[in-house]
């Protein structure tokens, strides 16, 4: 019987084994398949341009055109609250004026769309300013044609028409007074429906 051993199992590593490294020398690249999206840097940046006293100036005095002609719908209001009218005394000697000259609406309606609103020269908050006005005033026309149509008397007619009286009166001199405050500021008011139909007509 042969005794060389088939096989031979030891413990300790051969000399070749020793020589060779644990790991490969060889660089490996591993490339990532997972994209990482970076969201793109936003500069904020506050700009503010001062609006010139005269453009402030004359936007101002385009919103007393729509607020004098719809003053005549607060005639129940202030019937019935007279101490409102206290608040208006300060303007009435400029309205008294405007009252005094002939067709003195019409002449600043046309004055105003086809001097300041259809005029390059102004700028563009003036001339938005006064569109927004003429319009304001356009749509206070509406009230009275609606009026002359039916003329309601009495009954629930004439209720109705001192509710709309009334509503369209609070409506005017809100809409001036924040139109007015926005002006004085520097700032461009906005009115609802309003601001869209000016906006379309520049």
Partial sequence: MASTPLLRFS???SQETLRKPFLSQTPIHL???????????????MAYQT???????????????????GLQYGRYLLMKYPNLALV???IFPLLNIYRSVPYASFVCFFAL?????KNPSFSKYVRFNSMQAVVLDVL????LLFQRVFSPGKGL??????MGYNSIF???????LYSLGHCVLGRTPYLPLVAEAADRQL
Avoid: H, M, Q
């Fill in 11 to 13: 413990l300790r590593p």
């Fill in 31 to 45: 490339k990532s398949t997972v994209k990482i999206s970076r969201s793109p840097s936003k500069t904020i940046c």
């Fill in 51 to 69: 609006v010139p006293a005269t453009d402030r100036l004359v936007s101002s005095f385009a919103y007393f055109l729509p607020f004098f002609n």
């Fill in 88 to 90: 208006l005394e300060p």
């Fill in 113 to 117: 769309y086809l001097g300041v609103v």
């Fill in 140 to 143: 206070l026309s509406l009230p």
């Fill in 157 to 162: 007619g004439l209720k109705l028409l001192v």
């Fill in 170 to 176: 609070v409506f005017i001199v809100f809409s001036f």
